[in-house]
């Protein structure tokens, strides 16, 4: 039944016009970024081969590539999120889909596992362009694979934590609102804490996400992760289980 609900949200996604436009905007931002950063690294390539130990593209262009990827889709999911639940509620469909034999579980599990697909396209098309340097020059795969594991793993807590916010509302609208402010929240947490002041660091996902930007496979990041998109999960379906409960 999971599988059965992702693939709907999964199709219903394809079939919005605004979902197209989404994406060719995302591919044309990302693309100039790309080519202002491979430009850049072009540029200073004779200075870089006077070092005794220079960085390569992957270093230079595509680890900074990926960390403006997670800062377009903290601001894009709350877009996509915005629509699982708070839409189908004022809609009037999510009675009709929790009247029939589905669990809570099955509904949350099913929307974050289509939201999720989707949007490992888009990490997918976006490293398949970061993988076109590999045509004029070495690239560091460990690098590039942490990278986008780490991004995997922290779109996973933004589509959680819209998920959630997505069910305590029937309007869309409001329910991208609150999903964006509190990701901007998070991330000023991050930017704005000083480095000794690891109690707030810790709680932004995008400061987790550096070690993977960095390379590191860091095991502590992981299960931030881990709990963080867990945690919401479990309070989605309960969420749900309420309202159950309550419109019985």
């Not at 960390?67 to 004022?90: C, S």
């Not at 707030?200 to 987790?208: D, I, K, Q």
């Amino acid at each position: 039944m999971i599988l059965t609900i992702a693939h709907k949200e999964f199709r219903s996604l394809f079939i919005l016009p605004s979902t197209w436009l989404i994406l060719a905007a995302l591919q044309f931002i990302f693309a100039w970024f790309f080519l202002a950063r491979l430009d850049a690294f072009i540029q200073v390539q004779a200075q870089l081969a006077q070092l005794a130990d220079p960085f390569g593209a992957t270093l230079a262009v595509a680890a900074p590539l990926f960390g403006i990827l997670a800062l377009i889709l903290m601001m894009l999911t709350p877009i996509f999120t915005m629509r699982l639940i708070a839409e189908e509620r004022r809609n009037q469909t999510l009675t009709l889909l929790m009247s029939s034999p589905v669990s809570d579980s099955h509904i949350v599990l099913g929307k974050f596992t289509g939201l999720m697909l989707f949007l490992l396209l888009i990490i997918a098309s976006c490293s398949l362009m970061v993988l076109t340097l590999a045509a004029g020059t070495q690239l560091d795969t460990g690098l590039l694979l942490t990278n986008a594991l780490g991004l995997v793993l922290l779109v996973a807590s933004y589509v959680a934590l819209g998920l959630y916010i997505s069910s305590l509302t029937a309007q869309p609208v409001v329910a991208a609102i609150g999903a964006l402010a509190i990701f901007f929240g998070l991330w000023l947490i991050e930017v704005s804490a000083v480095d000794h002041d690891n109690t707030w660091r810790a709680l932004a996902p995008t400061s987790h996400f550096q070690s993977f930007n960095n390379g590191l496979l860091n095991s502590t990041d992981m299960l931030f992760f881990l709990l963080f998109s867990t945690a919401f999960l479990l309070l989605t379906i309960r969420r749900l289980h309420n309202n159950r409960i309550y419109s019985q």
